[in-house]
């Protein structure tokens, strides 16, 4: 029987994940990390302390859709602080308007963040203004930059991200169905989008919208971003979306009608059908620093459950030594473990393969973390029996968030077609000759004359 040789080595790694040595050199640059232990510094001295108090003020706000005197006071001097000590705009990488990170280096930063509410905005890197501010930075005119470049920037002004619509699975953003026709020196858009974060907040001006402009376009150019001013006349707030029956006042996830809204034309970002090719530019930062705050929040959940495990006891035993859960424990630091060198790889990948090279990383990623920072939260609210599901630890809503972050920015299923059909696709070659009855494939492993050579 003629034997043809299979190549296993190509089955052995994810073909797109394929990297360089130099890809796994996953340090932060030295030069960053003076800035990196003070950013911690910074939330634990003014950041953890002001949260506090915001929280306990804005529960005696009369407006829900508003802050209670004082409130944006005390974040504005926060940020006034970070501003003055160079804690500012960390996101944009090797960029003039910020701090010039690589991906990598603000990775370590961002993980930071994610542990505290308040963190990211008070240093101006919140989403949804961060993937704003990038889109506005790379495919902005001058005159777009002006008008809202610079005071979000500036922490001024906050923005929102308009795509997802009640009546299309908007995952496939090829379905976006919100039109805006051109009318002389005008955009005239109609249309219903809902889940939009942060469209609550009265500080929100701005909307990058994702609208149809060629219906009859080819599929990847039927798209385009137009901004919104949130004041345009047209432009109604329907109400907030839920999430678990809560309305995240004031920051709210939107539904908004847009109702004869026009806009200038001008207002157009990068030209007409350019929509996606603007989501590549958005997608891979938001959705890789979403990843990198959720190792923030497992790493908090994990010292919660540790706490709460070793000063309650219960059956004679403190909680973390009782059944399982110290085995519970040391699940949720591996986890995070792993997670952590994956983000890092994906950020590094970034830097080293661009954004779009890297994709297929940041898929990864975003299909990988959410799911697994919603399993330790859950188990960080079970060792802190109801008090977990409680309104004393900020455990509920920190899985409230993550839950929902296995949907926004492209649910897990969409990252797992990424992540499979590169797979598939570059498995076709070895997969044409690939006969393991024909070729006995099992000589080219390690099971040699039908004696498993495996672990002794
Ligand atoms: C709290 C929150 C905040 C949000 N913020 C924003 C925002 O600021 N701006 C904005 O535009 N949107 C926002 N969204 C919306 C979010 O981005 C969308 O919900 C998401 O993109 C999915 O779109 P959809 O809801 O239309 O689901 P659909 O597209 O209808 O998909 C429904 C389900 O179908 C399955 N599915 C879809 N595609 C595939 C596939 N390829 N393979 C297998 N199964 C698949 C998945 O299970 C998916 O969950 C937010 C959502 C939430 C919950």
Redesign the pocket.
């Known amino acids: 029987m003629r034997r043809r040789r299979v190549r296993i080595g190509k089955f052995a790694h994810m073909a797109a994940l394929e990297s360089t040595v130099d890809m796994y050199d996953l340090r932060m640059s030295e030069g960053v990390r003076p800035l990196y232990e003070k950013v911690k510094a910074f939330i634990k001295e003014e950041v953890e302390p002001m949260s506090e108090k915001f929280f306990e003020l804005g529960a005696t706000r009369e407006d829900r859709w508003g802050y209670a005197p004082g409130q944006l006071e005390l974040l504005q001097e926060v940020k006034d602080k970070a501003k003055a000590n160079g804690l500012w705009n960390f996101f944009l990488p090797d960029a003039e308007t910020g701090e010039g990170l690589s991906n990598l280096d603000y990775a370590y930063i961002a993980i930071e963040l994610g542990k505290n509410p308040l963190a990211s905005e008070s240093m101006n890197c919140a989403a ?1 203004d961060t993937g704003n501010m990038e889109v506005l930075e790379r495919v902005g005119t001058e005159a777009q930059k002006e008008q809202w470049l610079k005071p979000l920037l500036a922490g001024e002004i906050r923005s ?6 009640p009546d ?5 953003a090829k ?1 976006i169905a919100c039109v805006a026709e051109r009318d002389g020196d005008e955009w005239l858009i109609n249309g219903e ?6 469209a609550g907040d009265p500080r929100c001006k701005i909307m990058i919208t ?1 609208v149809q402009t060629s219906p009859d376009g080819p599929p990847h150019q039927r798209q385009s971003q137009i901004l919104v001013p949130v004041d345009t006349p047209g432009v109604q707030i329907l109400g907030p ?1 839920h ?1 678990f029956g809560k309305d ?1 006042a004031p920051h709210g ?1 939107m539904h908004i009608k847009f109702d004869n809204v026009r806009v200038p034309y001008e207002n157009i970002l990068l030209g007409e059908g350019r929509g996606f090719e603007i989501s590549q530019v958005r997608l891979g930062p938001g959705r890789i620093h979403h990843c990198m705050r959720a190792i923030g929040q497992a790493e908090k959940a994990l010292e919660m459950m540790v706490s709460r495990g070793l000063s309650r006891d219960g059956f004679g035993k403190p909680l973390a030594k009782l059944g399982g859960n110290t085995e519970m424990i040391a699940k949720a630091r591996i986890e995070i473990e792993s997670m952590r060198r994956m983000v890092l790889t994906a950020a590094n990948a970034m830097d080293k393969l661009g954004n779009s090279e890297a994709r297929v990383w940041v898929s990864a990623v975003k299909a990988m973390v959410p799911i697994r920072v919603c399993e330790i939260i859950d188990n960080a609210i079970q060792m802190h029996g109801a008090t977990g599901v409680s309104q004393w630890t900020p455990l509920a809503d920190m899985y409230t968030s993550q839950r ?1 972050l296995r ?8 990252h ?2 990424v992540v499979g059909r590169k797979e598939v696709n570059d498995g076709e070659d070895n997969a044409r000759d690939y006969n393991p009855k024909e070729t006995f494939l099992a000589n080219t492993s390690n099971v040699k004359e039908g004696v498993f050579s495996g672990p002794a």
Do not use: F, R
């Open positions: 949804p929102a991200y308009a795509m997802t619509e299309v699975a908007s995952s496939d379905n989008k809902y889940y939009i974060s942060g994702m979306m999430v995240d996830h929902t949907l926004a920015d492209g649910p897990d299923e969409v797992w077609m």
